[in-house]
Protein backbone atom coordinates (compact mmCIF):
# COMPACT_ATOMS: atom_id res chain seq x y z
CA UNK A 1 0.00 0.00 0.00
CA UNK A 2 0.75 3.21 -0.45
CA UNK A 3 1.41 5.30 3.09
CA UNK A 4 2.22 9.17 4.01
CA UNK A 5 3.09 9.59 7.54
CA UNK A 6 2.68 13.20 8.36
CA UNK A 7 5.44 14.12 11.09
CA UNK A 8 8.59 12.61 11.53
CA UNK A 9 8.80 12.47 15.16
CA UNK A 10 9.69 9.74 17.42
CA UNK A 11 6.25 8.11 16.08
CA UNK A 12 6.51 9.39 12.49
CA UNK A 13 9.82 7.92 11.92
CA UNK A 14 9.59 5.00 13.97
CA UNK A 15 5.74 3.95 12.24
CA UNK A 16 6.85 5.04 9.12
CA UNK A 17 9.82 2.75 8.99
CA UNK A 18 8.63 -0.59 10.65
CA UNK A 19 5.66 0.33 7.88
CA UNK A 20 7.88 0.28 5.31
CA UNK A 21 9.66 -3.11 6.43
CA UNK A 22 6.52 -4.53 6.50
CA UNK A 23 6.27 -3.92 2.66
CA UNK A 24 4.71 -0.90 1.89
CA UNK A 25 5.87 2.63 0.11
CA UNK A 26 6.48 5.23 2.57
CA UNK A 27 6.53 8.63 2.24
CA UNK A 28 7.62 10.28 5.81
CA UNK A 29 6.72 14.06 5.80
CA UNK A 30 7.50 16.35 8.12
CA UNK A 31 6.53 20.48 7.82
CA UNK A 32 11.22 21.19 9.12
CA UNK A 33 12.79 21.68 6.21
CA UNK A 34 16.46 21.13 8.34
CA UNK A 35 14.92 17.32 9.81
CA UNK A 36 14.03 16.32 6.25
CA UNK A 37 17.24 17.46 4.61
CA UNK A 38 19.28 15.78 7.71
CA UNK A 39 16.96 12.38 7.23
CA UNK A 40 17.58 12.48 3.09
CA UNK A 41 21.51 12.47 4.35
CA UNK A 42 20.95 9.36 6.03
CA UNK A 43 21.14 11.58 9.83
CA UNK A 44 18.52 10.28 11.92
CA UNK A 45 17.83 13.71 14.34
CA UNK A 46 16.48 11.55 17.43
CA UNK A 47 18.32 8.59 19.34
CA UNK A 48 16.34 5.11 19.34
CA UNK A 49 18.39 2.08 19.31
CA UNK A 50 18.19 0.37 16.05
CA UNK A 51 16.06 3.22 14.01
CA UNK A 52 18.85 4.70 11.91
CA UNK A 53 20.39 1.28 10.66
CA UNK A 54 16.63 0.19 9.80
CA UNK A 55 16.30 3.24 8.08
CA UNK A 56 19.06 3.01 6.51
CA UNK A 57 18.18 -0.03 5.03
CA UNK A 58 14.71 0.65 4.00
CA UNK A 59 15.77 3.80 1.89
CA UNK A 60 17.98 1.57 0.49
CA UNK A 61 15.62 -0.72 -0.49
CA UNK A 62 13.56 2.29 -1.93
CA UNK A 63 10.58 1.75 0.64
CA UNK A 64 11.45 4.61 2.32
CA UNK A 65 11.70 8.22 1.62
CA UNK A 66 11.71 11.93 2.97
CA UNK A 67 9.49 14.93 2.04
CA UNK A 68 8.50 18.33 3.10
CA UNK A 69 5.63 18.37 0.49
CA UNK A 70 2.48 16.92 2.50
CA UNK A 71 0.55 17.72 -0.25
CA UNK A 72 2.00 15.39 -2.98
CA UNK A 73 2.98 13.04 -0.23
CA UNK A 74 -0.82 12.60 0.47
CA UNK A 75 -1.96 12.91 -3.27
CA UNK A 76 0.57 9.87 -3.82
CA UNK A 77 -0.73 7.59 -1.06
CA UNK A 78 -4.54 6.21 0.02
CA UNK A 79 -3.78 6.17 3.51
CA UNK A 80 -2.19 8.94 5.39
CA UNK A 81 -1.10 8.57 9.11
CA UNK A 82 -1.31 11.41 11.28
CA UNK A 83 1.94 11.56 13.37
CA UNK A 84 2.22 14.86 14.53
CA UNK A 85 2.72 16.34 18.07
CA UNK A 86 -0.58 16.96 20.41
CA UNK A 87 0.88 19.20 22.92
CA UNK A 88 -0.51 20.52 25.58
CA UNK A 89 -3.05 23.33 25.58
CA UNK A 90 -2.81 26.77 27.64
CA UNK A 91 -6.09 26.06 29.64
CA UNK A 92 -5.94 22.19 29.97
CA UNK A 93 -6.13 19.24 27.48
CA UNK A 94 -4.36 18.92 23.84
CA UNK A 95 -3.40 21.34 21.02
CA UNK A 96 -4.91 19.89 18.58
CA UNK A 97 -3.75 22.39 16.13
CA UNK A 98 -0.96 20.41 14.44
CA UNK A 99 -3.64 18.01 13.84
CA UNK A 100 -6.53 20.07 12.32
CA UNK A 101 -3.71 21.58 9.93
CA UNK A 102 -2.36 18.22 9.11
CA UNK A 103 -5.47 16.18 8.36
CA UNK A 104 -7.36 19.14 6.94
CA UNK A 105 -4.43 19.81 4.01
CA UNK A 106 -4.57 16.26 3.24
CA UNK A 107 -8.35 16.18 2.64
CA UNK A 108 -8.21 19.86 0.63
CA UNK A 109 -5.82 18.47 -1.75
CA UNK A 110 -7.31 14.57 -1.79
CA UNK A 111 -7.56 13.23 -5.21
CA UNK A 112 -9.49 10.65 -4.34
CA UNK A 113 -10.65 8.86 -1.54
CA UNK A 114 -8.52 8.47 1.74
CA UNK A 115 -7.88 6.60 5.31
CA UNK A 116 -6.48 8.97 7.50
CA UNK A 117 -5.11 6.95 10.36
CA UNK A 118 -4.68 9.35 14.05
CA UNK A 119 -1.60 8.09 15.48
CA UNK A 120 -0.86 10.69 17.07
CA UNK A 121 -2.62 10.81 20.96
CA UNK A 122 -6.23 12.35 21.38
CA UNK A 123 -8.50 12.43 23.70
CA UNK A 124 -12.22 10.95 22.92
CA UNK A 125 -14.16 12.10 20.71
CA UNK A 126 -11.65 13.90 19.07
CA UNK A 127 -11.85 11.25 15.42
CA UNK A 128 -15.75 12.31 15.16
CA UNK A 129 -14.50 16.28 15.14
CA UNK A 130 -12.14 15.68 12.96
CA UNK A 131 -14.48 13.68 10.58
CA UNK A 132 -17.01 16.41 10.11
CA UNK A 133 -13.97 18.69 9.36
CA UNK A 134 -12.24 16.75 6.90
CA UNK A 135 -15.89 16.29 5.53
CA UNK A 136 -16.63 19.61 4.65
CA UNK A 137 -12.71 20.06 3.27
CA UNK A 138 -13.00 17.44 0.67
CA UNK A 139 -15.62 16.13 -1.93
CA UNK A 140 -13.70 12.35 -1.74
CA UNK A 141 -14.50 10.36 0.87
CA UNK A 142 -12.21 10.30 3.50
CA UNK A 143 -12.58 7.61 6.30
CA UNK A 144 -11.19 8.74 9.71
CA UNK A 145 -9.53 5.51 11.72
CA UNK A 146 -7.75 5.72 15.01
CA UNK A 147 -4.55 3.50 15.16
CA UNK A 148 -3.48 4.15 18.86
CA UNK A 149 0.53 4.08 19.24
CA UNK A 150 1.91 2.19 22.54
CA UNK A 151 5.52 2.20 21.79
CA UNK A 152 7.82 2.94 24.54
CA UNK A 153 11.35 5.41 23.68
CA UNK A 154 14.13 3.02 23.90
CA UNK A 155 12.36 -0.07 22.51
CA UNK A 156 10.00 1.86 19.94
CA UNK A 157 11.04 -0.98 17.47
CA UNK A 158 10.59 -3.97 19.28
CA UNK A 159 7.38 -2.29 20.32
CA UNK A 160 6.20 -1.56 16.84
CA UNK A 161 7.09 -4.83 15.40
CA UNK A 162 6.06 -7.21 18.04
CA UNK A 163 2.86 -5.50 19.84
CA UNK A 164 1.19 -6.72 22.79
CA UNK A 165 -1.69 -6.05 20.35
CA UNK A 166 -3.13 -3.66 18.04
CA UNK A 167 -6.20 -1.14 18.34
CA UNK A 168 -8.03 -0.49 15.27
CA UNK A 169 -11.03 1.88 15.64
CA UNK A 170 -13.19 3.04 12.95
CA UNK A 171 -16.68 3.92 12.59
CA UNK A 172 -17.09 1.33 9.38
CA UNK A 173 -16.47 -1.75 8.69
CA UNK A 174 -14.02 -0.19 5.40
CA UNK A 175 -12.07 1.43 7.76
CA UNK A 176 -11.51 -1.73 10.36
CA UNK A 177 -10.68 -3.63 6.47
CA UNK A 178 -7.84 -1.11 6.10
CA UNK A 179 -6.24 -1.06 8.74
CA UNK A 180 -6.23 -4.87 8.74
CA UNK A 181 -4.54 -4.55 5.38
CA UNK A 182 -1.93 -2.31 6.50
CA UNK A 183 -1.27 -4.44 9.29
CA UNK A 184 -2.00 -8.21 8.20
CA UNK A 185 2.19 -9.56 7.99
CA UNK A 186 1.55 -8.78 11.92
CA UNK A 187 -1.80 -10.16 12.21
CA UNK A 188 -0.51 -13.01 10.11
CA UNK A 189 2.44 -13.82 12.72
CA UNK A 190 -0.41 -13.85 15.46
CA UNK A 191 -0.21 -10.87 17.51
CA UNK A 192 -3.42 -9.73 18.78
CA UNK A 193 -5.80 -7.25 16.51
CA UNK A 194 -8.61 -5.44 18.72
CA UNK A 195 -11.11 -3.88 16.52
CA UNK A 196 -13.59 -0.99 18.16
CA UNK A 197 -15.08 2.13 18.43
CA UNK A 198 -13.08 4.96 17.38
CA UNK A 199 -13.75 6.28 20.93
CA UNK A 200 -13.19 3.39 22.34
CA UNK A 201 -9.83 2.98 20.74
CA UNK A 202 -8.54 7.14 21.60
CA UNK A 203 -9.76 5.74 25.29
CA UNK A 204 -8.14 2.66 25.03
CA UNK A 205 -4.56 4.71 24.55
CA UNK A 206 -5.68 7.27 27.29
CA UNK A 207 -6.48 4.88 29.65
CA UNK A 208 -3.45 2.64 29.33
CA UNK A 209 -1.58 5.57 29.78
CA UNK A 210 -3.21 7.14 32.09
CA UNK A 211 -3.06 3.36 34.18
CA UNK A 212 0.96 3.10 34.07
CA UNK A 213 1.33 6.21 34.80
CA UNK A 214 -0.85 5.85 38.36
CA UNK A 215 0.98 2.07 39.07
CA UNK A 216 4.48 4.34 39.52
CA UNK A 217 2.39 7.12 41.56
CA UNK A 218 1.15 4.38 43.59
CA UNK A 219 4.82 3.12 44.00
CA UNK A 220 5.99 6.49 44.50
CA UNK A 221 3.25 6.83 47.41
CA UNK A 222 4.27 3.63 48.80
CA UNK A 223 8.00 4.47 49.12
CA UNK A 224 7.82 7.36 51.57
CA UNK A 225 5.86 4.97 53.85
CA UNK A 226 8.27 1.80 53.34
CA UNK A 227 11.44 4.35 53.75
CA UNK A 228 9.91 5.65 56.97
CA UNK A 229 8.95 2.37 58.78
CA UNK A 230 12.11 0.49 57.26
CA UNK A 231 10.05 -1.64 54.54
CA UNK A 232 12.08 -2.32 51.50
CA UNK A 233 10.07 -1.03 48.40
CA UNK A 234 11.45 -3.36 45.72
CA UNK A 235 10.87 -5.99 48.16
CA UNK A 236 7.24 -4.82 47.99
CA UNK A 237 7.49 -4.79 44.05
CA UNK A 238 8.22 -8.20 43.85
CA UNK A 239 5.80 -10.34 46.71
CA UNK A 240 2.97 -7.80 44.46
CA UNK A 241 4.56 -7.87 41.27
CA UNK A 242 4.15 -11.52 41.08
CA UNK A 243 0.51 -11.87 41.75
CA UNK A 244 -0.96 -12.51 38.28
CA UNK A 245 -4.03 -10.21 38.84
CA UNK A 246 -1.35 -7.45 39.40
CA UNK A 247 1.57 -7.98 37.62
CA UNK A 248 5.35 -6.80 37.49
CA UNK A 249 5.54 -3.88 35.13
CA UNK A 250 5.95 -0.20 35.83
CA UNK A 251 6.13 -0.50 39.45
CA UNK A 252 9.45 0.61 39.65
CA UNK A 253 9.79 3.56 42.44
CA UNK A 254 11.88 6.32 41.72
CA UNK A 255 12.22 10.29 41.23
CA UNK A 256 8.98 10.24 39.34
CA UNK A 257 7.82 9.59 35.50
CA UNK A 258 8.87 11.84 32.78
CA UNK A 259 8.91 11.80 29.02
CA UNK A 260 6.23 13.55 26.14
CA UNK A 261 3.30 11.47 27.22
CA UNK A 262 2.76 10.87 31.09
CA UNK A 263 2.41 14.31 32.33
CA UNK A 264 0.33 15.51 29.09
CA UNK A 265 -1.95 12.38 28.81
CA UNK A 266 -2.83 12.20 32.26
CA UNK A 267 -3.03 16.16 32.82
CA UNK A 268 -5.57 15.89 29.32
CA UNK A 269 -7.79 13.17 31.20
CA UNK A 270 -8.29 15.32 34.18
CA UNK A 271 -8.87 18.38 31.96
CA UNK A 272 -11.63 16.06 30.07
CA UNK A 273 -13.48 14.70 33.09
CA UNK A 274 -13.63 18.30 34.49
CA UNK A 275 -15.56 19.63 31.07
CA UNK A 276 -17.98 16.59 31.99
CA UNK A 277 -18.49 17.67 35.64
CA UNK A 278 -16.62 14.54 37.06
CA UNK A 279 -13.97 15.89 39.67
CA UNK A 280 -11.27 13.41 38.91
CA UNK A 281 -10.16 12.58 42.19
CA UNK A 282 -8.14 9.49 41.76
CA UNK A 283 -6.75 10.83 38.51
CA UNK A 284 -6.05 14.15 40.08
CA UNK A 285 -3.19 12.47 42.72
CA UNK A 286 -1.15 10.83 39.53
CA UNK A 287 0.72 14.22 38.89
CA UNK A 288 0.60 15.18 42.43
CA UNK A 289 2.02 12.34 44.05
CA UNK A 290 4.89 12.77 40.91
CA UNK A 291 5.64 16.15 41.66
CA UNK A 292 5.94 15.44 45.52
CA UNK A 293 8.34 12.31 44.56
CA UNK A 294 11.20 14.75 42.59
CA UNK A 295 10.62 17.38 45.41
CA UNK A 296 11.31 14.89 47.96
CA UNK A 297 13.92 13.79 46.05
CA UNK A 298 15.94 16.86 46.04
CA UNK A 299 15.04 17.95 49.54
CA UNK A 300 16.52 14.65 50.95
CA UNK A 301 19.93 15.18 48.92
CA UNK A 302 20.23 19.21 50.22
CA UNK A 303 19.19 17.70 54.07
CA UNK A 304 22.00 15.55 54.02
CA UNK A 305 24.41 17.81 52.97
CA UNK A 306 23.35 20.56 55.55
CA UNK A 307 25.89 22.63 56.52
CA UNK A 308 27.97 22.33 53.75
CA UNK A 309 28.28 26.04 51.40
CA UNK A 310 27.33 25.67 48.11
CA UNK A 311 27.65 21.42 48.02
CA UNK A 312 28.43 19.88 45.27
CA UNK A 313 26.33 17.33 43.06
CA UNK A 314 27.36 15.23 40.26
CA UNK A 315 24.01 14.53 38.73
CA UNK A 316 23.88 11.41 36.64
CA UNK A 317 21.75 10.99 33.82
CA UNK A 318 19.13 13.71 32.35
CA UNK A 319 16.83 11.81 30.18
CA UNK A 320 13.65 11.14 31.20
CA UNK A 321 14.52 7.40 30.96
CA UNK A 322 17.67 5.48 30.13
CA UNK A 323 17.94 4.59 26.11
CA UNK A 324 16.88 7.61 24.79
CA UNK A 325 18.02 11.52 24.08
CA UNK A 326 14.76 12.69 24.79
CA UNK A 327 14.66 15.09 27.74
CA UNK A 328 10.45 16.14 27.81
CA UNK A 329 9.11 16.76 31.14
CA UNK A 330 12.26 15.02 32.45
CA UNK A 331 12.48 14.59 35.96
CA UNK A 332 15.97 16.12 35.95
CA UNK A 333 14.33 19.34 35.43
CA UNK A 334 12.39 20.20 38.82
CA UNK A 335 15.15 18.49 40.96
CA UNK A 336 17.79 20.67 39.05
CA UNK A 337 15.58 23.79 39.49
CA UNK A 338 15.00 22.48 43.57
CA UNK A 339 18.68 21.91 44.05
CA UNK A 340 20.03 25.20 42.52
CA UNK A 341 17.00 27.24 44.59
CA UNK A 342 18.97 25.17 47.66
CA UNK A 343 21.83 26.26 46.93
CA UNK A 344 23.98 23.68 45.82
CA UNK A 345 26.17 23.65 42.52
CA UNK A 346 25.25 21.01 39.70
CA UNK A 347 27.83 19.11 37.70
CA UNK A 348 25.78 16.85 34.89
CA UNK A 349 26.41 14.22 32.45
CA UNK A 350 24.11 12.03 30.02
CA UNK A 351 25.38 10.15 27.58
CA UNK A 352 22.58 10.93 24.86
CA UNK A 353 20.78 14.16 26.10
CA UNK A 354 23.42 16.29 26.85
CA UNK A 355 22.62 18.83 23.92
CA UNK A 356 18.79 18.44 24.55
CA UNK A 357 19.14 19.40 28.00
CA UNK A 358 21.47 22.59 27.27
CA UNK A 359 19.41 23.93 25.10
CA UNK A 360 17.17 24.02 27.99
CA UNK A 361 18.84 24.67 31.28
CA UNK A 362 21.78 26.55 30.05
CA UNK A 363 24.48 27.57 31.85
CA UNK A 364 22.61 27.22 34.72
CA UNK A 365 25.02 24.19 35.56
CA UNK A 366 27.95 22.63 34.21
CA UNK A 367 28.62 19.77 32.04
CA UNK A 368 30.49 16.94 32.44
CA UNK A 369 32.30 14.85 29.74
CA UNK A 370 31.72 11.53 31.80
CA UNK A 371 30.98 10.51 34.79
CA UNK A 372 34.59 10.70 36.49
CA UNK A 373 34.43 14.22 34.97
CA UNK A 374 30.88 14.78 37.00
CA UNK A 375 31.99 12.90 40.34
CA UNK A 376 35.14 14.45 40.62
CA UNK A 377 35.10 16.63 44.12
CA UNK A 378 31.62 15.99 44.19
CA UNK A 379 29.66 16.18 47.72
CA UNK A 380 26.95 13.67 46.32
CA UNK A 381 25.91 11.60 43.38
CA UNK A 382 22.42 12.08 42.19
CA UNK A 383 21.40 9.41 39.90
CA UNK A 384 18.56 10.45 37.78
CA UNK A 385 18.34 8.09 34.92
CA UNK A 386 19.45 4.42 34.87
CA UNK A 387 21.87 4.08 32.13
CA UNK A 388 23.83 0.61 32.13
CA UNK A 389 27.14 2.76 32.25
CA UNK A 390 26.63 3.92 35.59
CA UNK A 391 25.13 0.63 37.39
CA UNK A 392 28.33 -0.91 35.98
CA UNK A 393 30.46 1.75 37.45
CA UNK A 394 33.70 0.83 39.52
CA UNK A 395 32.71 2.16 43.29
CA UNK A 396 36.22 2.13 44.43
CA UNK A 397 37.32 4.65 41.74
CA UNK A 398 33.97 6.74 42.11
CA UNK A 399 34.61 6.71 45.93
CA UNK A 400 38.27 7.94 45.44
CA UNK A 401 37.05 10.97 42.76
CA UNK A 402 34.71 12.12 45.46
CA UNK A 403 34.90 14.86 48.07
CA UNK A 404 31.60 13.41 50.19
CA UNK A 405 30.28 10.54 50.48
CA UNK A 406 26.72 10.46 49.63
CA UNK A 407 25.13 8.46 46.61
CA UNK A 408 21.33 9.23 46.12
CA UNK A 409 20.03 6.56 43.70
CA UNK A 410 16.69 7.70 42.20
CA UNK A 411 16.09 4.57 40.49
CA UNK A 412 16.99 2.48 42.66
CA UNK A 413 19.57 0.89 40.27
CA UNK A 414 22.61 0.26 42.17
CA UNK A 415 24.40 -2.38 43.64
CA UNK A 416 23.88 -0.74 47.17
CA UNK A 417 25.93 -3.16 48.65
CA UNK A 418 28.92 -2.31 46.15
CA UNK A 419 28.29 1.25 47.10
CA UNK A 420 28.02 1.28 50.89
CA UNK A 421 31.44 -1.33 50.55
CA UNK A 422 33.33 1.45 48.99
CA UNK A 423 33.12 3.52 51.79
CA UNK A 424 29.88 5.08 50.50
CA UNK A 425 26.50 6.19 52.39
CA UNK A 426 23.87 4.62 49.76
CA UNK A 427 20.29 6.24 50.33
CA UNK A 428 17.62 5.00 47.78
CA UNK A 429 14.05 5.41 46.73
CA UNK A 430 11.93 3.93 49.54
CA UNK A 431 14.78 1.54 50.48
CA UNK A 432 16.67 1.38 53.88
CA UNK A 433 19.83 3.41 53.80
CA UNK A 434 23.64 1.85 54.02
CA UNK A 435 25.89 3.91 56.26
CA UNK A 436 29.61 3.49 54.70
CA UNK A 437 30.70 0.24 54.81
CA UNK A 438 27.28 -1.65 55.92
CA UNK A 439 25.33 -4.35 54.56
CA UNK A 440 21.79 -5.06 53.51
CA UNK A 441 20.39 -7.51 56.28
CA UNK A 442 17.85 -9.66 55.15
CA UNK A 443 18.55 -9.11 51.51
CA UNK A 444 16.24 -11.67 49.21
CA UNK A 445 18.61 -11.37 46.40
CA UNK A 446 16.31 -9.04 44.66
CA UNK A 447 17.73 -7.72 41.07
CA UNK A 448 16.75 -4.37 41.19
CA UNK A 449 17.55 -2.96 37.80
CA UNK A 450 15.64 -1.92 35.37
P1 LIG B 1 7.41 14.90 17.97
O1 LIG B 1 7.23 16.27 18.48
O2 LIG B 1 8.68 14.17 18.21
O3 LIG B 1 7.17 14.91 16.39
C1 LIG B 1 6.14 15.57 15.75
C2 LIG B 1 6.64 16.03 14.37
O4 LIG B 1 5.52 16.49 13.60
C3 LIG B 1 7.64 17.19 14.43
O5 LIG B 1 8.84 16.81 13.78
C4 LIG B 1 6.92 18.33 13.70
O6 LIG B 1 7.79 19.17 12.95
C5 LIG B 1 5.98 17.56 12.78
N1 LIG B 1 4.82 18.32 12.28
C6 LIG B 1 3.98 19.15 12.96
N2 LIG B 1 3.01 19.61 12.13
C7 LIG B 1 3.23 19.05 10.92
C8 LIG B 1 2.55 19.12 9.65
N3 LIG B 1 1.45 19.86 9.48
N4 LIG B 1 3.06 18.42 8.63
C9 LIG B 1 4.17 17.67 8.78
N5 LIG B 1 4.85 17.56 9.95
C10 LIG B 1 4.38 18.24 11.00
O7 LIG B 1 6.18 14.07 18.55
P2 LIG B 1 6.13 12.50 18.91
O8 LIG B 1 6.83 12.24 20.18
O9 LIG B 1 6.48 11.71 17.70
O10 LIG B 1 4.57 12.35 19.22
C11 LIG B 1 3.61 12.44 18.20
C12 LIG B 1 2.28 12.00 18.75
O11 LIG B 1 2.34 10.62 19.12
C13 LIG B 1 1.82 12.73 20.00
O12 LIG B 1 0.42 12.85 19.96
C14 LIG B 1 2.22 11.81 21.13
O13 LIG B 1 1.42 11.97 22.26
C15 LIG B 1 1.99 10.45 20.51
N6 LIG B 1 2.82 9.36 21.04
C16 LIG B 1 4.14 9.58 21.31
C17 LIG B 1 4.93 8.51 21.76
C18 LIG B 1 6.40 8.71 22.08
O14 LIG B 1 6.99 7.80 22.64
N7 LIG B 1 7.02 9.84 21.75
C19 LIG B 1 4.36 7.24 21.90
C20 LIG B 1 3.01 7.06 21.60
C21 LIG B 1 2.24 8.14 21.15
C1 LIG C 1 5.05 5.55 27.59
C2 LIG C 1 4.25 4.23 27.51
O1 LIG C 1 4.98 3.20 28.19
C3 LIG C 1 4.03 3.82 26.06
O2 LIG C 1 3.23 2.65 26.00
C4 LIG C 1 3.32 4.97 25.34
O3 LIG C 1 3.16 4.66 23.96
C5 LIG C 1 4.13 6.23 25.47
O4 LIG C 1 4.35 6.54 26.88
C6 LIG C 1 3.45 7.41 24.88
O5 LIG C 1 2.23 7.45 24.83
O6 LIG C 1 4.20 8.28 24.49
P1 LIG C 1 7.60 6.25 27.29
O7 LIG C 1 7.13 7.57 27.80
O8 LIG C 1 8.44 6.20 26.08
O9 LIG C 1 6.33 5.31 27.01
O10 LIG C 1 8.44 5.54 28.44
P2 LIG C 1 8.11 4.58 29.65
O11 LIG C 1 9.00 3.42 29.57
O12 LIG C 1 6.67 4.32 29.80
O13 LIG C 1 8.57 5.48 30.88
C7 LIG C 1 7.89 6.68 31.22
C8 LIG C 1 8.45 7.22 32.51
O14 LIG C 1 8.08 6.38 33.62
C9 LIG C 1 9.98 7.30 32.54
O15 LIG C 1 10.38 8.49 33.18
C10 LIG C 1 10.39 6.08 33.36
O16 LIG C 1 11.62 6.22 33.98
C11 LIG C 1 9.24 6.03 34.37
N1 LIG C 1 9.01 4.70 34.96
C12 LIG C 1 8.67 3.65 34.18
C13 LIG C 1 9.10 4.55 36.35
O17 LIG C 1 9.40 5.52 37.08
N2 LIG C 1 8.84 3.33 36.89
C14 LIG C 1 8.49 2.25 36.13
O18 LIG C 1 8.25 1.16 36.71
C15 LIG C 1 8.41 2.42 34.74
Redesign the pocket.
Known sequence: MDIAVIGCGYVGLVSGVCLASLGHKVIAVDVDEARVKSLREGIVPIYEPGLSEMIKNEVANGRLSFDTDSVRAARESSTIFLAVGTPPAKGGGYDLTYLYTAAEQAAKNANGPKTLVIKS?VNPGTGSKLAKLVAKASTHRIEVVNNP??????TAIQ?FMQPDRIVFGAASAEGIATLREIYQPLIDKGFAIFSMSRESAEMT?FA??AM??M??SF??ELSQLAQTIGADIESVRVGIGTDARIGP??????????????PK?VQALVHQMKTIGVEPLLLSGIEQVNFRQKMTYAKNILDALKGIENPAVALWGLA??SD?DDVRE??AFDIIRALLEGGATIKAYDPQAMENIKKVVGNKITYAKGVADATAGADAIAVI??WPEFITQDWGKIAKLMKGKHVFDG?NCLASGKVSAAGLHYHAIGRPELKPGEGRPGSMGIVSAG
Open positions: TEFLREGDKANLARIMNGFLKAGVGYGGSCFDFKTAPTDR
